[in-house]
């Protein structure tokens, strides 16, 4: 909220001497935007705000330069948000695109709690970020294999569950109304193990015919486990 804003460099004249300007006058920051009663607040509806209901809030947006010194200057947009309802506290969101639409930095923030829960599911069920390579390059190479085996078991169990419904599996210490990525992965396992067939010398005296039972729990304990 206290962002150092600026206007851009102004352009260089001809002849003027001297190092070139990084950027222009200082600009209000979102928090006196905020306190200043002349702000011209914009009314904006988000379609899926958290918990997938629409939400109307008021919001004020500019573009300008953010810079701090050290460092070089960054052309932004950023979107003041106030709540109506009075539910949360006035936030502001910056995008270093400046032709993004607030529109598109509100929902894209609101996304973000499904695209964290994809990296921490990507990094726990596949293995992104834990892969034992020294190469850059080859680290550059599988990580995005491994985002696209993850899109690919998800298509697989969505097309799966509509013909079958998928386990959810529970915990003692906690329930589960919807599938995770370790359910869905654990489908898309069984369902390939399906067409995986297993045969011995019936003369082995190691053999022991076990029930479907017990088959279909050691398979499904070995999907989550694999």
């Given at each position: 909220m206290d962002a150092e804003l600026w206007d851009p460099a102004p352009e260089r004249k001809p002849g003027q001497n001297g190092r070139p300007r990084v950027k222009g006058a200082r600009r209000p920051s979102p928090q006196q935007g905020l306190d200043d009663p002349?702000?011209?607040?914009?009314?904006?509806e988000v379609e899926h705000w958290y918990g997938g209901d629409k939400r109307e809030l008021e919001i004020y947006t500019e573009t300008c330069v953010w810079?701090?010194?050290?460092?070089?200057?960054?052309?932004?947009?950023?979107v003041l948000v106030r709540?109506?309802?009075?539910e949360f506290d006035p936030q502001t969101f910056v995008s270093t695109n400046p032709d993004h639409t607030p529109l598109q930095i509100l929902t894209w923030f609101v996304r973000r709690w499904r695209m964290e829960v994809t990296f921490e599911e990507a990094r726990a069920q596949m293995g992104i970020e834990t892969q034992r390579?020294?190469?850059?390059?080859?680290i550059a190479r599988t990580t995005p294999a491994l985002f696209g085996i993850f899109s690919i078991v998800t298509l697989m169990a969505n097309q799966l569950t509509k013909s079958q419904k998928m386990a959810v599996r529970t915990a003692a210490w906690y329930e589960k109304e919807l599938?995770?990525?370790?359910?869905?992965?654990?489908?898309?396992?069984?369902?390939?193990?399906?067409?995986?067939?297993f045969s011995t010398s019936s003369q082995s005296r190691d053999v022991l015919k076990v029930s479907r039972s017990l088959l279909e729990r050691l398979t499904e304990a070995v999907s989550y486990a694999a």
């Open positions: 002349k702000t011209q607040w914009i009314k904006l810079y701090k010194s050290g460092h070089d200057p960054v052309l932004i947009r950023w709540d109506p309802q009075g390579q020294w190469s850059d390059l080859a599938p995770t990525f370790a359910d869905t992965i654990a489908l898309v396992r069984r369902c390939m193990w399906s067409n995986c067939h």
